[in-house]
């Protein structure tokens, strides 16, 4: 009897010590992003302030600033990813979340643009949350449920997103420097809940030699050449990122000129945007990859973000971006799947360094990408271009988004067939 009853309770004990971890993990990640939220509105104003108020060399430098983070957050995150499999999911996240502290206090103190940099380029460094999360998701969670989970991932930042720019601006009206004092302290705080509750995802038997092979950038995405699935998830992946960044840099321009859109009405269509996230991967994307499998997900996911950017690029109306904007939310569908597609090629001792190499492309795209998307934009409506088109970087994201598509196309025929690609 005593070993009856042992065995019933401990599959239940195991299913009680995951999911809450899962919680943990997320509403780790949710404080981080209503941090990083609350900072957005205010960096530029910041840079704007330490210049003096000229603002044709505040843009150049909030540029330069965002480049530098994402060049650092490009050449450590594989790093991180890597340090995650030796020591654990735990002490990276908590890392990382003080980094974060530090960075925003630096920010708030900051007398000159140098200081800036300091702090960008530290938070670019100690930035590994996202991937030793998405790595602690998928170390208590089941493959054919990642994806679902991943989802998640996107609506927590969604709700950031939400939340942290609005209430930075009302901050920011206060006191320039608050919003900063603030994130710190959300930092702070964060980093003493995932002290006191978080538990470790990864056992130690699970855990693998750190080496700098393979956590160095280029050497974490030579090991993508090995498996030919893993680098055209890669590519895809890649390709996603790159549309995605390329119209950032251009949507409040293309705004203003075409619709003489505000500060009001863009933040209102950011809000939109990130609010439709946050509940298409929050609600929609479990049912989605339970019933079509991630490859499809994925697929169906890049086609409604092609779809989207073909909207915002030809829209001659403002609502129409509205609709450019909903429909977006339905092709944000495919970072969860193609993450949860990607998690899969790895084992289980190697899930911070695959999701390391995934922050690893993502942050390439983010240094490049912005500069398309704005000489796109330059080039198309100067006084001598020979089309107006302010929907250039629009349509050049739509094209990027359906290369993904067709890149995620020829996995298909590898996968299970239909109800279950995973």
Same mark, same amino acid.
């Given at each position: /009897?005593?070993?009856?009853?042992?065995?019933?309770?401990?599959?239940?004990?195991?299913? *009680?010590?995951?999911?809450?971890?899962?919680?943990?993990?997320?509403?780790?990640? @949710?404080?981080?992003?209503?941090?990083?939220?609350?900072? $957005?509105?205010?960096?530029?104003?910041?840079?704007?302030?330490?210049?003096?108020?000229?603002?044709?060399?505040?843009?150049?430098?909030?540029?330069?600033?965002?480049?530098?983070?994402?060049?650092?957050?490009?050449?450590?995150?594989?790093?991180?990813?890597?340090?995650?499999?030796?020591?654990?999911?735990?002490?990276? /996240?908590?890392?990382?979340?003080?980094?974060? #502290?530090?960075?925003?206090?630096?920010?708030?103190?900051?007398?000159?643009?140098?200081?800036?940099?300091?702090?960008?380029?530290?938070?670019?460094?100690?930035?590994?949350?996202?991937?030793?999360?998405?790595?602690?998701?998928?170390?208590?969670?089941?493959?054919?449920?990642?994806?679902?989970?991943? #989802?998640?991932?996107?609506?927590?930042?969604?709700?950031?997103?939400?939340?942290?720019?609005?209430?930075?601006?009302?901050?920011?009206?206060?006191?320039?420097?608050?919003?900063?004092?603030?994130?710190?302290?959300?930092?702070? =705080?964060?980093?003493?809940?995932?002290?006191?509750?978080?538990?470790?995802?990864?056992?130690?038997?699970?855990?693998?030699?750190?080496?700098?092979?393979?956590?160095?950038?280029?050497?974490?995405?030579?090991?993508?050449?090995?498996?030919?699935?893993? !680098?055209?998830?890669?590519?895809?992946?890649? =390709?996603?990122?790159?549309?995605?960044?390329?119209?950032?840099?251009?949507?409040?321009?293309?705004?203003?000129?075409?619709?003489?859109?505000?500060?009001?009405?863009?933040?209102?269509? !950011?809000?939109?945007?990130?609010?439709?996230?946050?509940?298409?991967? #929050?609600?929609?994307?479990?049912? !989605? $990859?339970?019933?079509?499998?991630?490859?499809?997900?994925?697929?169906?996911? =890049?086609?409604?973000? @092609?779809?989207?950017?073909?909207?915002?690029?030809?829209?001659?109306?403002?609502?129409?971006?509205?609709?450019?904007?909903?429909?977006?939310?339905?092709?944000? $569908?495919?970072?969860?799947?193609?993450?949860?597609?990607?998690? *899969?090629?790895?084992?289980?001792?190697?899930?911070?360094?695959?999701?390391?190499?995934? *922050?690893? !492309?993502?942050?390439?795209?983010?240094?490049? @990408?912005?500069?398309?998307?704005? *000489?796109?934009?330059?080039?198309?409506?100067?006084?001598?271009?020979?089309?107006?088109?302010?929907?250039?970087?629009?349509?050049?994201?739509?094209?990027?988004?359906?290369?993904?598509?067709?890149? $995620?196309?020829?996995?298909?025929?590898?996968?299970?067939?239909?109800?279950?690609?995973?």
């Amino acid at each position: /009897m005593r070993p009856r009853r042992r065995a019933r309770r401990r599959p239940a004990g195991v299913r *009680a010590a995951r999911q809450p971890a899962v919680g943990f993990a997320l509403a780790l990640l @949710a404080i981080d992003a209503l941090g990083f939220g609350l900072v $957005i509105p205010i960096v530029p104003q910041l840079v704007l302030q330490l210049m003096g108020g000229d603002a044709s060399h505040a843009a150049f430098w909030v540029g330069i600033l965002a480049t530098s983070f994402s060049a650092m957050q490009f050449v450590f995150a594989p790093v991180l990813g890597g340090l995650s499999d030796r020591f654990g999911r735990r002490p990276v /996240m908590l890392l990382s979340v003080l980094g974060l #502290g530090l960075d925003y206090l630096i920010l708030a103190a900051s007398p000159s643009l140098a200081w800036l940099f300091v702090a960008r380029l530290l938070a670019g460094v100690t930035t590994g949350n996202i991937s030793a999360t998405t790595a602690y998701i998928a170390d208590v969670t089941p493959p054919e449920r990642r994806g679902q989970q991943f #989802g998640l991932v996107g609506a927590m930042f969604g709700l950031g997103f939400i939340l942290g720019p609005a209430v930075g601006g009302l901050l920011g009206a206060i006191w320039l420097r608050l919003p900063f004092l603030v994130a710190a302290a959300l930092s702070l =705080c964060n980093a003493l809940y995932g002290f006191l509750v978080l538990p470790e995802s990864l056992p130690p038997e699970r855990r693998r030699a750190f080496s700098w092979r393979r956590a160095n950038p280029l050497g974490a995405l030579a090991s993508l050449a090995g498996n030919r699935r893993a !680098l055209r998830l890669g590519l895809a992946w890649s =390709c996603t990122w790159f549309g995605l960044g390329a119209l950032q840099s251009a949507f409040v321009l293309s705004t203003a000129l075409r619709f003489g859109w505000h500060t009001t009405e863009n933040g209102a269509a !950011l809000a939109a945007a990130g609010l439709s996230q946050a509940l298409v991967q #929050g609600l929609l994307i479990r049912r !989605l $990859i339970g019933g079509l499998g991630e490859i499809r997900v994925a697929l169906l996911g =890049c086609l409604f973000a @092609a779809l989207a950017q073909s909207v915002f690029a030809f829209a001659f109306a403002g609502w129409m971006m509205y609709v450019g904007v909903v429909v977006s939310a339905l092709g944000a $569908i495919n970072t969860p799947a193609i993450r949860a597609l990607f998690s *899969a090629q790895s084992g289980a001792d190697r899930q911070g360094e695959a999701q390391g190499v995934l *922050a690893a !492309l993502q942050s390439f795209t983010a240094i490049f @990408a912005p500069l398309v998307g704005a *000489a796109l934009f330059s080039a198309c409506t100067r006084p001598d271009a020979g089309i107006f088109f302010p929907g250039a970087p629009f349509l050049f994201a739509a094209l990027t988004y359906l290369a993904a598509a067709l890149i $995620i196309r020829a996995i298909a025929p590898a996968a299970p067939p239909f109800p279950d690609d995973r």
